[in-house]
């Protein structure tokens, strides 16, 4: 039987209508987040295993069971990244990037792979967009990057989304907690679903993190690790807060919140959507602050986040939409030896960074004229015999109907003056 070839389980092609949306997340990111001082970075997509061992956690679930890892013909074991900020973090300690004790502002985009169960807006191949900021232990750099956040999402007019805060502490506190919750758990442990039994042995702050509603309803009358946090980690978390609420950004405490990873230490956030179902978080991220040194780097702070691209555009496919650009100009010709005498002049107003369209099929005038009002172009020019004799074209303004004869030569500032005098209305 002959196999029927199609993409990878858990992955997707992405069409032209949804890399629209895509490409408008990546423009506006790159565009936004260079005002805060961000510089791209791009690293490799696959690492040595180690890295990830080390800076997200033997124990998470990321590194014990949804990585692709393999052996490369050298022998090394490899892996896909599931994530970038350990890749980030490895990149910052091999180039020395934190030497002149400045902040260091990265952002970054791409893909990410994780052998996951596929499910809505959750995929085996994904793509995130994030920001990493080293150098600095000061509150105001959590409060700006989630400004920044925060800035960047509004002009996509989310609906149903919540901003969630929490501190989880650092290791100066975070110990008693964790001595705690194995106490109370314990005496809970018969209620709890299978996921939670095993992550009380090997990750107890994770169960909770379980969205398995009879072990939440087993979960809300713990103590929360607010009550073990220091003095610091507390006046911390308060100008986290005071900070935020400063510059008008909507949040809510969630004392229950900790992330999958086991690097993050005192803030820690999550943007939730209430159009994804059960996986509701677009994205999360916290501070760092040992996770460079744990690589064998310098004791350098850090604050970051990850923002799921794909999660991001099944929200923007239910409420906007993000046509095709239309042409500038629309050519229409009587036959094809018209289009081709025309060809260099199409390639020169594509030069001048106009969109030029077209049918190549060049059928009668009046399917031409079809195509070019579906197109969506604002001129159309029309080249018949006498059009062609005169080396002219005939300009039609489809917004009002209006037309005119220029010489080719003049197609440009014909285009130009339309469009000055469309702005102006």
């Known amino acids: 039987m002959e196999v029927v070839l199609k993409a990878p389980k858990g992955t997707r092609d992405l069409l032209p209508e949804l890399t629209r949306i895509f490409q408008v997340i990546e423009s506006r990111a790159q565009s936004h987040f260079a005002k805060y001082g961000f510089e791209e970075i791009r690293t490799p997509m696959f690492e040595e295993t180690a890295l990830f061992k080390r800076g997200i956690g033997d124990e998470t679930d990321i590194v014990s069971k949804e990585m692709y890892t393999f052996v490369d013909k050298g022998g090394r074991e490899m892996t ?20 002149g004790g400045d902040l260091v502002k990265l952002m970054y985009m791409g893909p990410m792979f994780r052998y996951e169960r596929p499910q809505a ?80 042995e090997k990750n107890v702050l994770r169960v909770l993190d379980c969205k398995n509603p009879h072990c939440q309803e087993e979960l809300k009358d713990l103590a929360s690790i607010s009550e073990f946090l220091n ?65 064998g780097g310098p004791d350098v702070p850090a604050f970051g986040w990850a923002l799921g691209m794909d999660r991001l555009v099944s929200v923007l496919e239910k409420y906007q939409r993000f046509q095709k650009p239309a042409p500038d ?37 009046k ?5 070019a009002n579906k197109s969506g172009a604002a001129m159309v020019a029309l080249v018949g015999e006498d059009e062609a004799a005169r080396n002219e074209v005939l300009m039609k303004n489809m917004r009002n109907s209006q037309q005119n004869t220029v010489s080719v030569d003049q197609i440009a500032n014909q285009i130009q003056t339309v469009s000055r005098v469309e702005e102006k209305t």
């Open 121 to 200: 807006g959750r995929y085996r191949q994904f793509s995130q967009l994030g920001v990493e900021v080293f150098g600095s232990q000061d509150p105001m750099i959590d409060v700006e990057t989630i400004e920044a956040l925060m800035s960047y999402l509004e002009p996509f007019e989310l609906p149903h989304v919540k901003l969630v805060i929490n501190s989880i502490g650092d290791e100066r506190d975070r110990p008693a907690y964790l001595s705690y919750l194995r106490g109370e758990l314990q005496l809970k442990q018969g209620k709890m679903c299978a996921k939670c039994k095993v992550r009380m």
């Open 80 to 99: 896909l990244r599931p994530e970038l900020t350990a890749s980030v973090c490895r990149s910052v300690i091999q180039h020395n990037l934190t030497r």
């Open 231 to 295: 003095e610091e980690n507390r006046a911390h978390f308060a100008e986290v807060q005071a900070g935020l609420s400063s510059l008008g950004v909507d949040f809510e405490v969630n004392p229950f919140l900790v992330r999958g990873l086991d690097y993050y230490t005192k803030t820690a956030f999550e943007l939730l959507s209430g159009d994804l179902g059960a996986q509701s978080a677009i994205m999360g991220g916290g501070r760092y602050d040992g996770l460079l040194k744990s690589l």
């Open 329 to 365: 100009l629309f050519f229409v010709f009587g036959n094809r030896d018209f289009l081709v005498s025309h060809m260099k002049t199409m390639t020169e107003l594509r030069n001048r960074g106009y969109h030029v369209g077209y049918d190549i099929r060049c059928g009668s005038m």
């Open 367 to 371: 399917s031409q004229m079809k195509k």
